[in-house]
RNA sequence: GGCAGGGUAGCUCAGCUGGUGAGAGCGCACGACUCAUAAUCGUGAGGUCGCGGGUUCGAUCCCCGCCCCUGCUACCA
């Protein structure tokens, strides 16, 4: 029996190039889908951009395109972005897409027929940065300009505007989120919970002047067509990219969603606007909203105009985008933030993946095919075994609760104690002595067994080198299965290579291993 | 300013409700081995546990004060 499980990553605002901040969240999620996809459950994985807005208009018309053309450049590299790190999502939603206008709208609609109280107008009045797609207080702005934006000239702005009545759900937020089950990690759940303290305001559910977005469905009675303000286009896109309005077929199947994967810095959108507007639409709550930290570049949040910034193609042009997914998640923790710096990514490199996995592996595989004819023997479980499963019990809870880093240092304590057995076993001393036959067998069988157990945990943070590993030990054609390319998706499974308890079951008997080039080379020094 | 979290070996961090000599990984030094990507295995150096008080037979872990860092303090997303 297969459980389903549907994750989802903010979706990211068109207005500029994917950087190393959007990838950690997008690795992240893939390797938390891709692992559930290696426990049979049934995943289903999105990710997209969020397209509307006066900005994207802006730098739409600077650069002599229409938004649309605009966003469709954008989208496209970041696609090409996803594609190189290898993120496998299953769809990818879009805010301009004709499906989302339409549930985006019915969903606003559900709002004023089943919670009529929810939404009210209310006239506002002051001066609008367009920098900011915000109104100004009095302290942010100088000189009559916003202090965020003193190119850009303040508008005195008078509108009616639709406002969504989030005070109204104060009460239920707080019990929701003091459960510590709807919002993780618990540092973010209390942040949230002292906002609700200081009390909720009221929210705009819509901006009077034309812009691009998706016209509100419903006029203030003043004229002014009304636009659907950002909270209200983009969030649904959790719902309608699985069939909302229709509250049938694949809506029934997928929704609520198992995790809203975002940053830290959009917690409260998702815990408290979200949850608010599905309680007034009477529509399920998604089950968890995991929001995760930061990488910091140096020790700084990156950012353009200071130039702290990574280039993503050097990134996965240096090593590859296996070794570059599986540094970030090694060394940044899911649930708050971490450094990224080439010193750092250099010595997990070598440290980690080329001496210690990448040999580990070299050196069995080698020794299998010098002392068994390449052909890996039968030999009982043992100790290694054993030992093994109560890290890869430990790497499992983890998983579930969704901290990566944790798993691989349970996995990494597999490899070191890989690398002992070896040196204590000595098989080249046991390959010496006819009578230790049986000894040399069940330890290099045991080396293989070891393997493969970490190149399938491994398999969703290293998607490629793992199936590589598993065709250098001559696994069948099910094992290899496990790469996450686009046309490719692993979905269902057909071999259980991971059970509901974590545990694995195959028999490596009889493979015939084959050493190839090494997993983890080492860079040229110079 | 308020609220929350944190300051532990060169670096990144573990240390549950206070108690035999304060730990891990990386890095470093020395030794061993030779199957392996000059990889691996073993041993070791070494830290006033932010500062100052207090409670206690005894505190890195409790209390008070101070210093420093980070996050949140709502409509860019």
Redesign the pocket.
Known sequence: MHKKYYITTAI??ANGDPHLGHAFEKIGADVLARYHRLRGDDVLFVTGM?EH?Q?VAQSAAKEGRTPQQQVDEIARRFQEAWAALGISYDRFVRTTSESHKVGVRALIERIFERSPDSFYTKTYAGWYCVG????KTDEEIVDGKCVLHGTRTLEWVEERNWFFR?SEYADRLRTLIASGEFLQPR?RA??IL??ID???????ASRARAGWGIPFPRDTGDGEPQTT??WFD?LPNYITEVGFPDTQGEFAKWWPADVHIIG???T?FHS?IWPAMLIAAELPLPRLVWAHGFVLLGGD?FSKSAGVTLDLQDAVSRYGADPFRYFLMR?VPFDA???FSWE?FE?RY??D????W??L???TI??VE?YCGAIVPAAELNDLDALDAVDMAAYDSAMRENLPNRALDHVWASV?RG??Y???Q????LAKDPAKRGELEATLAALVRQLVRQAIVLSPFMPGRCTELLSQLGAPAEFLNVDGKMDSHLRGNDVERLGADGKMTFDATGWRVAKGA?????RETH
């Open positions: 990211d605002y969020d807005g900005k900011c797609e915000a109104f989030l540092s209390n942040e002292s906002l200081q009390g909720l305001d009221d929210v705009s303000y950002v983009a830290k810095d959009i409260r408290l949040r060394e933030d971490g450094n750092r010595e070598n440290s993946l080329a001496n210690a990448g040999n592996a070299s050196r080698a020794m010098k070191a690398n002992e070896v040196d204590r000595a098989p080249w001393k090494s997993l983890f080379p080492k």
